[in-house]
T-cell receptor, first 114, second 116 residues
Framework: DSGVTQTPKHLITATGQRVTLRCSPR?????VYWYQQSLDQGLQFLIQ???????AKGNILERFSAQQFPDLHSELNLSSLELGDSALYFC?????????????FGPGTRLTVL | AQSVAQPEDQVNVAEGNPLTVKCTYS??????LFWYVQYPNRGLQFLLK??????LVKGSYGFEAEFNKSQTSFHLKKPSALVSDSALYFC??????????????FGAGTRLFVKA
């Protein structure tokens, strides 16, 4: 158990809908990262937050947004969902934002868009 | 831009034999390299990292990796494979940004099968 929790574990929804994925980092970790894992795209970095502030953006679509709250939990919002958004979404955390800190991954949320 | 390549989609090895999972990288500046493992229906788990110093890095579960600057490689190794090592292995490199954050760029992954 990495100490990173994600809810829900599974999410099934329809095209055009909006969903929110939630992540609680390990105790003491200030940095949160979101990733998308799909069969065709592999593991893609989406976005990083550090202590409530956005620090890095990757291949995140404009339909997606995220935030990190004062209690350090984070939410990833996916809107106007398309079939291609079906994937595993992982949250990870690390103690700081340094390039040499390893990340600890949550169990993921499997999103299915029908 | 930073990148990593894992040239093998799959590696098959017999239990008890040594295993190698290959990774090559392309970076500007100092490479910060990582290996992660993913078991079925689980998140990624950190195995080891190279930041600086000794080229042979030891990690979790008996794994080690050798950093080779001239060949731009960071291969994952284990002297004696176990059936329980069967999983998906990812090599990753950090791409620092001027925002103070960084991207982590993962390879496509290599599936390791260890046969009893």
């Amino acid at each position: 158990d990495s100490g990173v929790t994600q809810t829900p574990k599974h999410l099934i929804t329809a095209t055009g809908q909006r969903v929110t994925l939630r992540c609680s980092p390990r105790s003491g970790d200030l940095s949160v990262y979101w990733y998308q894992q799909s069969l065709d795209q592999g593991l893609q970095f989406l976005i990083q937050y550090y202590n409530g502030e956005e620090r890095a953006k990757g291949n995140i679509l404009e339909r997606f947004s995220a935030q990190q709250f004062p209690d350090l939990h984070s939410e990833l919002n996916l809107s106007s969902l398309e079939l291609g958004d079906s994937a595993l979404y992982f949250c990870a955390s690390s103690v700081a934002t340094s390039s040499y800190n390893e990340q600890f991954f949550g169990p993921g949320t499997r999103l299915t868009v029908l | 831009a930073q990148s990593v390549a894992q040239p093998e989609d799959q590696v098959n090895v017999a239990e008890g034999n040594p295993l190698t999972v290959k990774c090559t990288y392309s970076v500007s500046g100092n490479p910060y390299l990582f290996w992660y493992v993913q078991y079925p229906n689980r998140g990624l788990q950190f195995l080891l990292k190279y930041i600086t110093g000794d080229n042979l890095v030891k990690g979790s579960y008996g794994f080690e990796a050798e950093f080779n600057k001239s060949q731009t490689s960071f291969h994952l190794k284990k002297p004696s494979a176990l059936v329980s090592d069967s999983a998906l292995y990812f090599c990753a490199v950090r791409d620092p940004l001027n925002t103070g954050g960084f991207k982590t760029i993962f390879g496509a992954g290599t599936r390791l099968f260890v046969k009893a």
